[in-house]
């Protein structure tokens, strides 16, 4: 993939999970607008409701919605989660869902793979970082998180605590 007369990296695909907050967009707006800057990433995918959005190809294209800095900010300040959310959790051990992941990924050369969301999205990214590695997959697993509840010893804020 091309873009102008440089060569492109691997794509990029982000979700969100768990419940919405009031910033968990604005994490979005930010990796959308990260991703569109970086020469090593090719197309900017989204993923709608989660994983489920991978496991039934409900997944669309980021870049184009967005041609001005007006659009981060609309999005930054928009409530809810903008590509929909789940609270699908995969199984403790691979699975058909995990290949399915995959396949999914592989079938739209993504390289980097970004889940914003709460606990359970953390465990998830793990595990699929784990799986993608012991399959030989070179796909960069990125947890977000959605919200931090200001409990953590030396933390002195976190988003969306105020």
Avoid: W
Wanted: charged share 25%; with cysteine.
């Amino acid at each position: 993939m091309k873009k102008g007369n440089m060569q492109m990296g691997k794509n990029f695909i982000i979700a969100q999970s768990g419940g919405p907050t009031s910033v968990i967009n604005a994490s979005l707006a930010g990796a959308i607008k990260r991703a569109m800057e970086s020469s090593e990433i090719g197309t900017i995918y989204g993923s709608l409701h989660g994983l489920e959005g991978i496991l039934k190809s409900r997944i669309i294209k980021l870049a184009g919605a967005f041609s001005s800095d007006a659009d981060f900010e609309c999005l930054k300040r928009t409530p809810s989660t903008a590509l929909g959310t789940c609270r699908f959790k995969l199984s403790k051990e691979p699975d058909e869902n995990y290949e399915a992941i995959a396949q999914k990924l592989r079938d739209l050369d993504i390289g980097y793979f970004l889940y914003i969301g709460g606990n359970d999205s953390m465990d998830t990214v793990d595990k699929l970082s784990k799986y993608f590695e012991d399959s030989g997959m070179d796909i960069k697993c990125v947890g977000i998180p959605k919200t931090i509840d200001n409990d953590l010893v030396e933390t002195d804020h976190t988003p969306g605590f105020g």
